[in-house]
């Protein structure tokens, strides 16, 4: 490939990016500007903090279960001699409240609720269901997007919460049965870690995480075309790019932790 073929294709790529941008930024601004009408949009907000909560709530369980094992089991397995046991429980809760509780459960409704939003918006994209509301004189930003992004950016906070929990009970139930640590030594492990900049850190994410899902998904669905195909084409691009998304973000928010320690 000549220099010119690699200076062109950055170039392309650059102007695509730039499109996509201003394109969300649109849309960022429209869904702002519509949260003041909440009459418009309280009793679908309802019904989508439902769909995602409650129908993803036991996905969400079950990895924050698996996460605190395993968190325990590599901790322990990993201890020297002469280390105290109860770091394991420092592990467990650090790991699961500054990352895996957070991440995991926003990665885990990425695949749930983030190919479900794209799907189901870029469904009504191609068979021009959102043309119609327009024709009617009704908004979509508000009909569609706002009610998803408002629902997924506050029903996560519960989420990563009751994630948490699971995780550090999974912890210690493990380290109970596997790593010969008493009731006391985990207590005075999880005590010794736990701090207030922590809890704050993980709501932090869990309102951000909430709030990139949903518009990602809701974005991508609104710019669905070529018929089933494009769909399901939607879906798959909605995911991958909220999963990327998510890691950037869970990048850019490290230093937050920093910053309220």
Excluded: C, W
């Amino acid at each position: 490939m000549s220099p010119r073929s690699v200076l062109a294709r950055i170039g392309r790529s650059g102007l695509e990016f730039t499109r996509h941008a201003g394109r969300a930024g649109s849309l960022l601004g429209a869904t702002v500007l519509a949260l003041g009408r909440p009459h418009r949009y309280l009793a679908e907000t309802i019904a989508q903090a439902k769909r995602i909560g409650v129908d993803g709530l036991a996905l969400v369980l079950l990895m924050g279960a698996l996460a605190g094992s395993v968190l325990a089991q590599q901790t322990g397995y990993q201890l020297s001699t002469g280390l105290p046991l109860e770091i394991v429980a420092g592990s467990v809760v650090g790991g699961m409240l500054t990352e895996l509780g957070p991440v995991l459960t926003a990665i885990v409704l990425a695949g749930r609720m983030g190919a479900g939003i794209g799907a189901e918006l870029g469904t009504m994209k191609v068979t021009n269901q959102i043309d119609a509301l327009l024709t009617l004189g009704r908004d979509p930003v508000v009909e569609l997007v706002v009610p998803r992004v408002v629902a997924g950016t506050l029903i996560l906070v519960p989420l990563v919460i009751l994630a948490n929990v699971t995780g550090i009970l999974s912890g210690y139930l493990t380290s109970m049965a596997l790593l010969d640590l008493t009731p006391a030594q985990y207590a005075a492990g999880a005590r010794g870690y736990y701090h207030t900049a922590a809890l704050v850190y993980t709501l932090v994410k869990a309102v951000a995480f909430g709030f990139t899902i949903t518009f990602t998904a809701s974005y991508v669905g609104l710019r669905a075309g070529g018929g089933a195909a494009g769909v399901g084409r939607t879906a798959t691009s909605a995911v991958v790019s909220i999963i990327v998304a998510i890691m950037v973000l869970d990048v850019v928010l490290a230093p937050v932790y920093k910053a309220v320690s």
